[in-house]
């Protein structure tokens, strides 16, 4: 099954230590064993557009639509056996100590 990870900062979590702040070891041992299919980190908010169709009209706006403190710094897309596989991946990864990630199933897709 496919999952997306949202890679997603906390104001509340601990400061980064560096000798722990291990993405790319992390990226290169699931990218070998071919559990991680893809991945990036994204620009900051400010970088974002928001676009909505609404009565026919097109809405654009800077920034991104929800106005929080968190934000979503990055994405990994992982197959693995189920969730509970999924969970034991997220938990090595170093922002789970130092923000949090956000795991989403893929629906099936029938198309």
Request: net charge negative; proline share 7%.
């Amino acid at each position: 099954m496919d999952y997306i990870f949202f890679i997603c900062t906390d104001p509340e979590a601990p400061d980064p230590v560096e000798e722990e702040n291990n993405v790319a070891e992390w990226v290169a041992e699931l990218t070998a064993s071919g559990v991680r299919r893809t991945g990036h980190r994204l620009r900051d908010p400010d970088d974002a557009t928001t676009v909505r169709l609404r009565e026919g009209q097109l809405l654009i706006s800077d920034g991104p639509f929800a106005e929080t403190k968190e934000w979503v710094a990055g994405f990994d897309i992982i197959s693995c056996a189920d969730l509970d596989e999924a969970v034991q991946i997220a938990a090595r990864h170093p922002m789970a100590k130092f923000g949090r990630i956000e795991i989403r199933p893929f629906w099936p897709t029938e198309y």
